[in-house]
């Protein structure tokens, strides 16, 4: 079955800069990627998906990464805002409705 | 609010008793999941109907029972459950699956369950 590994567990970066969290699986058949973020005692809401076709995906303060190859994929977030401060889970999903997650990623924006 | 909703919100009970968690979607969903979400480990994928068919049973124990009377409910009964059953389960739905380009999928808030 798939594998998703997510790193870091932990990031703390100052407002303003760049947070990077990374994912990567080992199933060639996962073809969807999405991102959510969870705040405290809140669902997990997705902020951003990519599927196997495309390498990156922007949107706003937040993108995407991809490479198909390496089977790992990123999230990217710029001008990091106090409100970011949240837990973030990559997954990977495939034809079969199946979704399977990372561990997270707390990731806290210092004012 | 994401059109998933779940209840009850929390839940404390004994190893002895029964009862069931309820998720509930009026946005024409075909798929429905079961997650149990613990302190520091991934979502745990338990459940997965499609169109109401059980497609993913992911080696849960017996003491969990889905069922999913329709494509807009679906339910978790459960029975003399441990301590370490205490998670927080979170249903979620995805529209025409199983369409690729068509499988968002969209979260309940969860039910914090208690075992005692």
């Known amino acids: 079955g798939e594998n998703v590994e997510q790193h870091p567990s932990t990031l703390s970066v100052q407002e303003g800069d760049s947070a990077v969290i990374k994912c990567t699986y080992s199933?060639?058949?996962?073809?969807?990627f999405p991102w959510y973020k969870q705040e405290l005692g809140k669902r997990p809401q997705l902020i951003i998906d990519i599927r196997s076709n495309v390498g990156e995906k922007k949107d706003q303060r937040i993108a995407v990464t991809l490479n198909k190859t390496a089977k790992h994929f990123s999230l990217h977030i710029t001008e990091t805002q106090p409100e970011d401060s949240a837990v973030y889970f990559c997954?990977?999903?495939?034809?079969?409705?199946?979704?399977?997650f990372g561990t997270g990623t707390s990731l806290t924006v210092i004012p | 609010e994401t059109g998933v909703t779940q209840t009850p919100r929390h839940l404390v009970m004994g190893m002895t008793n029964k009862k069931s968690l309820k998720c509930e979607q009026h946005?024409?969903?075909?798929?429905m999941y079961w997650y149990k979400q613990s302190a520091k480990k991934p979502l745990e994928l338990m459940f997965v109907y499609n169109f109401k068919e059980q497609t993913e049973n992911n080696s849960v124990p017996s003491r969990f029972s889905p069922e999913c009377p329709n494509s807009s409910h679906l339910f978790l009964h459960l029975h003399t459950l441990q301590p370490e059953d205490s998670a927080l389960y979170l249903c979620a739905s995805i529209p025409m699956a199983p369409m690729v380009a068509k499988n968002i999928q969209y979260f309940g808030a969860g039910t914090r369950l208690s075992v005692l």
């Open positions: 199933d060639s058949a996962s073809n969807y």
């Open positions: 946005l024409g969903h075909n798929a």
């Open positions: 997954a990977a999903g495939n034809t079969g409705n199946q979704f399977y």
